[in-house]
């Protein structure tokens, strides 16, 4: 059975991160371990003020040493939200010390939406996430994190094919060796483009809900590593997903919570069970 190490924090109320994270691998059939890199009493949004965060980077540092010890090794490694620069510097270190042979590594640089900075993260956290995108098998920024990492302008996105292509292009000249960048939009239409390493363009589209909703793109992301374990097929992975998020969308809007209670995923999980 594939394992995934998940490396994100964990937020205790509001759906996102390790807890949407882990729940859909698992649905996948794949086995989620997990590496909290902070606890939160909420996400950052600006639905919760307020939130507390206790920093892991200590603890991280010892489960790695641990897992070293025992040669533990994981099929793929799948970073999203982190929360300190230093975690990024202390996984480039130990990555390659537990990623199996051929695993692979997939990074979701988790710290933007809407041209900007989550809470809490500047330009510096940004540019340190360069690091990962350089060793990344697979880089899943959105609009947003794709243009602050290479530090272009948000606001004068055309939002043109020339333009998806170059800035897929420099993602790709940093190291990462497939590139997927989340909100791609056409007519009333969205998902997400793929530039592999052939360097071939493929577009995954699906109905736009015009909802905004915290944690669809750990949704997005969490589906696509725990569908790929399975299938090693990206391309099939990336179609579900955009499928899958839609569905989850609607599931949310159909209940009753308020829509600061997070994505109800577990609503439509069973559609991505083998
Ligand atoms: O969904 C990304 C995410 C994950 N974790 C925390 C966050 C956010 C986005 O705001 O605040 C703690």
Known sequence: ???????????????????????????????????????????T???FPGFTFLDLTDNMVQMLKHWEELDIKFDAIYTGYLGRIDHVDLLIEHIPNILAPGGKIFIDPAF?????????????????????????DYVLPNYTEACLLLERSFE?????EEELLEIMQELKDIGAKN?????????????????????????????????????????????????????????????TAVEFVPAAIQATLDDEDPITYGVHFEKVLHLLVP
């Open 179 to 239: 590139v997927i960048i989340t909100g791609v939009r056409q007519d009333k239409m969205i998902g997400a483009a793929l530039l592999n390493e052939e360097n071939e363009l493929t577009y995954s589209l699906a109905k736009y809900i015009d909802q905004l909703f915290h944690g669809t793109g750990d949704v997005f992301a969490a589906t696509v590593v725990g569908k790929y374990l399975n299938s090693a097929n990206i391309q099939e992975s990336i179609d």
């Open 112 to 136: 933007g939406d809407n041209g900007k900075y989550y809470v809490g993260f500047d330009n510096e956290y940004g540019q340190a996430q360069r690091k990962l995108v350089a060793i990344a």
């Open 156 to 160: 004068s996105l055309t939002y043109s």
């Open 1 to 43: 059975m594939k394992n995934v190490l998940i490396i994100q924090d964990i937020s205790g109320f509001g759906k996102c991160s390790t807890t949407v994270a882990l729940p859909i691998v698992s649905a996948c059939g794949v086995t989620g371990s997990i590496m909290p890199t902070a606890i939160l009493s909420t996400h």
């Open 45 to 47: 949004g600006p639905e």
